[in-house]
């Protein structure tokens, strides 16, 4: 079964203490909201001057399953990235916090989000291969890191953000659908997401562009994933593994 893209959408919000829920509000594809066994990948990046923990969860605090970089700098990157199916029942919302502090963690930390979804991803084993990740510091130029999925018909996604004192919004051509943007505070945060069809061998995605004006006050992180592919098997094949 071919991998399908249902939509996505951007967004972001002043640095608060207050659990953000969002409205699902897909465009650009299949759908403006999931469906039953669509995955869900989401990017939440927050600009601060500390380590925050970033979390991604459904409206009941279940946790999507992803994990967090940290980069420090005078502005530090908090970048999570997190995925989940909607199985049982369609969720119309997703919750954006801090572990400790709520919200964003602090008033003066500013979160900016992406949200991608798919349909057709293998429900046992959806990221293809072990996901890559890079950090840095002195730059706000996200480089994602490079990926080798080894599935036909595997997709690429790629996720990066930034802590900057002045926000900008990064473009990345070799990426479909890419949504990047940013939210100011005193400490800005941007983020910017996509994904794109594999075809062979290792891809290494190429660094960011725009995204405002560089500084060796920022820093950065990012994922890159390799989304696999449900495999469909026919009623005919089935049967010759069981042995008829």
Do not use: K
Not at 167 to 172: H, I, K, L, N, V
Not at 212 to 232: K, M
């Amino acid at each position: 079964m071919a991998i399908g893209y249902v939509g996505g959408q951007i967004g972001g919000f002043a640095g608060t203490i207050a659990a953000q829920t969002i409205n699902f509000a897909l465009t650009g594809g299949l759908a403006s909201v999931p469906a039953v066994g669509d995955l869900v990948i989401i990017g939440y990046c927050i600009g601060s001057t500390a380590n925050r923990q970033p979390l991604i969860q459904n409206t009941s605090a279940v946790n999507y399953t992803g994990n967090e970089l940290y980069s420090d700098d005078t502005f530090d990157a908090n970048l999570a990235v997190g995925w989940r199916f909607m199985l049982a029942a369609v969720e119309t919302q997703f919750v954006l916090s801090e572990a400790v502090g709520g919200g964003t963690g602090n008033v003066a930390d500013a979160g900016h989000y992406t949200v991608h979804v798919f349909r057709g991803v293998d429900l046992v084993t959806p990221e293809d291969v072990a996901r890559t990740s890079a950090t840095g510091a002195s730059s706000r130029i996200v480089d994602p890191p490079a990926i080798t999925p080894v599935t036909p018909g595997a997709w690429i996604y790629c996720t990066g953000g930034a802590a900057c004192g002045t926000g900008g919004t990064y473009t990345a051509p070799q990426l479909v659908d890419f949504r990047a943007g940013s939210t100011a505070d005193t400490n800005d945060a941007q983020i910017g997401s996509g994904f794109r069809p594999w075809t062979t061998g290792a891809f290494n995605p190429a660094a960011y562009a725009g995204g405002g004006t560089d500084t060796t006050s920022d820093s950065w992180g990012a994922f890159t994933l390799a989304v696999r592919p449900r495999i469909i098997m026919s009623p005919r094949a089935s049967h010759q593994l069981i042995g008829g």
